[in-house]
């Protein structure tokens, strides 16, 4: 008997590496590709559109947005601006998404090129530019093109590992190889901030809204920075708890702050209460290869539409090319009312008993 899976939400073309939602226009973002070896896989960023079939949640390719020579690794969002790590680069790329009317939709699929996505709309074909790419898909229109770019890793393998754009989107810090954070202006790319965090790569690093930036490195330290001046430490080898036997790889919070996803190396994903870290789903190895990033459907825009009745979705994407969407049906719950209800029952049939046990007792 085959293992277990969650449901394949969409399989590329290439390995997919990284993840994110756009909650206005319910798209799913996921990149990746097979890098400057000429292997023959393609690098790109794929838009999927986001719908509820039949009561299902099902994603369909509206655009391919082709990288050339550079595999994309990490993700950040900010509105219509994604920030795309890429080898030792940062990439800003803007895209725009509407509707289109009556004949210019019909036309556009009529002239659509013949590029093969792996799940194309039924009956529609797209339609890319090389410059200024753009695609139509019955009646959406998406147009993808390409800002600044800007080196970010300077180590002798350069490699981006981390982005991550600021509560009010005017900056961007990244963090690479080289252990160094660099804070730039968005969307002009100037660099407003370097300074050396890590003794080796940084793995994972937070813009707060007062300012602060908190990171972690391979260096089993975490810090909360205020500009370049180290404000708390936390090292894991001191006074850490002892490391789980689970290799997690990569996790992800839902919006709220009520749950916490997470990925490990052999391809399980799991959704746990992240309070009281009570695991409410896994999926053991799911993707059956390393999980490369997980991302929760948003509360917020069209993710309450697409959710139906589940409590959450969590999508994860792996070098196997695939895009898994695991979810979390609602649990039951008992309202306020009747629990006071029936502790207010419980009470008058205990003194009920007490009465007719010891007469006079009240």
């Known amino acids: 008997m085959g293992r277990r899976r969650a449901p394949e939400l969409y399989r590329a073309p290439f390995p997919l590496y990284a993840l994110q939602v756009d909650p206005s226009a319910g798209l799913l973002i996921a990149a990746g590709g097979g890098g400057a070896a000429k292997t023959g896989i393609k690098n790109g960023v794929h838009f999927l559109q986001l719908e509820r079939i039949n009561g299902r949640l099902s994603a369909s390719l509206v655009h391919s947005h082709d990288t050339e020579t550079r595999a994309t690794m990490n993700l950040a969002l900010a509105g219509d601006i994604l920030a795309a790590g890429q080898d030792a680069h940062c990439q800003l790329l803007h895209f725009q998404a509407h509707q289109q009317k009556g004949n210019k939709a019909e036309k556009a699929g009529k002239t659509g090129s013949k590029e093969q996505g792996p799940r194309q709309r039924k009956g529609a074909a797209p339609a890319e530019k090389k410059c200024g790419v753009e695609t139509q898909q019955e009646g959406l229109e998406l147009r993808v093109e390409n800002l600044q770019v800007v080196q970010t890793d300077f180590s002798p393998d350069p490699l981006q590992k981390v982005v ?135 509360e917020k825009g069209r993710g309450p539409e697409l959710l139906g009745s589940h409590e959450t979705a969590l999508f994860s994407v792996a070098v196997d090319s695939r895009c898994q969407l695991h979810l979390l049906p609602s649990r039951r719950s008992v309202p306020v009312w009747l629990l006071l209800l029936v502790c207010v029952g419980l009470i008058v049939v205990t003194i009920l008993l007490l009465q007719s046990a010891f007469p006079g007792f009240l």
């Open 164 to 298: 991550c754009f600021n509560h009010d989107n005017t900056l961007l810090a990244t963090g690479g190889t080289d252990g160094y954070v660099r804070v730039w202006k968005v969307p002009s790319l100037e660099k407003v901030l370097e300074f050396k965090a890590h003794e080796g790569e940084i793995e994972d690093l937070a813009l707060g809204p007062d300012g602060k930036l908190v990171t972690v490195g391979w260096d089993l330290k975490a810090s909360v920075w205020q500009k370049d001046q180290l404000v708390t430490q936390l090292h894991w080898q001191e006074n850490g708890p002892t490391f789980s036997s689970t290799p997690y790889r990569y996790q992800a919070c839902s919006e709220s702050g009520t749950f916490l996803g997470l990925g490990t190396v052999t391809g399980s994903v799991a959704i746990y209460i992240a309070f009281s870290l009570q695991c409410l789903y896994y999926m053991r190895e799911s993707h059956g290869i390393v999980v490369t990033d997980v991302a929760f459907l948003p």
